[in-house]
């Protein structure tokens, strides 16, 4: 973590994930981060993803539980493990025939 440049939290939606927070400095890499939050290509996710908040970094401070922690993550290791859960269940869910139960949505393109 260099830390020096300027940074942001930001949380990654996808149809098909739960929402990553990752920090990045651009959306571009924030979309190569969230990827590997969900543990999938890049080039497969990136088209579909989108913000749904972008803020300044609050290092130290865990986003979903308000605890301080060490780090330079965005949530604290319990909090991630718990979203991390919850995107593992999700892709089951999805494996298991679950895609089509989405709610049906317009296509929303990002361009980077
Ligand atoms: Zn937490």
Same mark, same amino acid.
């Given at each position: 973590? +260099?830390?020096?440049?300027?940074?942001?939290? $930001? $949380?990654?939606?996808?149809? =098909?994930? &739960? #929402? @990553?927070?990752? #920090? +990045?400095?651009?959306?571009? =890499? @924030? &979309?190569?981060?969230?990827? /590997?939050?969900?543990? %999938?290509?890049?080039?497969? %996710? +990136?088209?579909?993803?989108?913000?749904?908040?972008? !803020?300044? &970094?609050?290092?130290? %401070?865990?986003? /979903?539980?308000?605890? %301080? $922690?060490?780090?330079?993550?965005? #949530?604290?290791?319990?909090?991630? *493990? @718990?979203?991390?859960?919850?995107? *593992?269940?999700? =892709?089951?869910?999805?494996?298991?025939?679950? +895609?089509?139960?989405?709610?049906?949505?317009?296509?929303?393109?990002? !361009? #980077?």
């Amino acid at each position: 973590m +260099a830390g020096k440049s300027k940074e942001y939290i $930001f $949380f990654v939606k996808h149809p =098909q994930h &739960t #929402i @990553a927070p990752v #920090i +990045a400095e651009n959306w571009e =890499q @924030a &979309t190569v981060k969230a990827a /590997d939050f969900w543990g %999938v290509k890049w080039g497969k %996710v +990136a088209a579909l993803c989108e913000c749904e908040r972008k !803020m300044g &970094t609050h290092k130290g %401070v865990c986003m /979903d539980c308000n605890k %301080v $922690f060490y780090g330079g993550e965005v #949530i604290c290791p319990m909090c991630l *493990r @718990a979203r991390k859960d919850e995107e *593992r269940r999700k =892709q089951e869910w999805l494996k298991s025939g679950g +895609a089509s139960l989405l709610p049906k949505r317009g296509l929303q393109v990002k !361009m #980077i």
